[in-house]
């Protein structure tokens, strides 16, 4: 099945700055990669996806590259702000499947002001 | 944006009773929904995966005697807790497939059973 690992665990950065967080997924046939942002107790909302026929998706503060080659996709947040923080997931799937997301262990994100 | 609503927010109960979680897409019809347990600090780990008139299929590890799972119509889900124990405590969220790959979380029901 499909195994999807996440760097780092943890990363704190000075508002303003960038941030990256990076997932690495096993399954080649994978092709629908979408990132979540969790707030202590609350549920994980969807932030941006990408799919596997682009490279590179972006939304305001936010971007996600893909290689699929290297079958590894990360997000970018610019001019990170102190509500930025939370916990941020990564997950993988093939879409049309019956496969579910398959999630990486998440990277607790603390901007500082 | 879709809708996932889950209840209740948060339940305690004492051990050996049994509790009901319900999951409702209210905007949307859900063929599929998840329900996940998410430890502190954690990641969410998928229980079982629940489709509407089917059984549900369950994750290896998981008791499908202990979580029993009903998925009766396209917009409710239920997931109990029978003879719940203190290591049941955890925090329990379902989410709901609207199209063939992305999916909407509710908003997670904390259960602490004393």
């Known amino acids: 099945g499909e195994n999807v690992e996440q760097h780092p665990s943890t990363l704190s950065v000075q508002e303003g700055d960038s941030a990256v967080i990076k997932c690495t997924y096993s399954d080649s046939a994978s092709n629908y990669f979408p990132w979540y942002k969790q707030e202590l107790g609350k549920r994980p909302q969807l932030i941006i996806d990408i799919r596997s026929n682009v490279g590179e998706k972006k939304d305001q503060r936010i971007a996600v590259t893909l290689n699929k080659t290297a079958k590894h996709f990360s997000l970018h947040i610019t001019e990170t702000q102190p509500e930025d923080s939370a916990v941020y997931f990564c997950?993988?799937?093939?879409?049309?499947?019956?496969?579910?997301?398959?999630f990486g262990s998440g990277t607790q994100l603390t901007v500082l002001p | 944006g879709a809708v996932v609503s889950q209840h209740p927010s948060r339940v305690i109960c004492k051990s050996g009773t049994s509790v009901k979680i319900e999951c409702r897409s209210l905007d949307f019809q859900a063929t599929t929904m998840f329900w996940y347990r998410q430890f502190p600090k954690q990641s969410l780990m998928l229980m079982a995966t629940?489709?509407?008139?089917?059984?549900?299929?369950?994750e290896q590890g998981v008791e499908k005697d202990k979580f029993l799972i009903n998925h009766a119509s396209l917009t409710l889900s239920t997931l109990t807790v029978t003879s719940a124990h203190p290591e049941d405590s955890s925090f329990y969220i379902c989410?709901?497939?609207?199209?063939?790959?992305?999916?909407?979380f509710g908003p997670g029901t904390r259960l602490l059973v004393l």
């Open positions: 989410s709901a497939r609207q199209t063939q790959e992305t999916q909407y």
């Open positions: 997950a993988a799937t093939l879409s049309g499947s019956a496969r579910q997301l398959t």
């Open positions: 629940s489709n509407e008139g089917s059984k549900a299929t369950y």
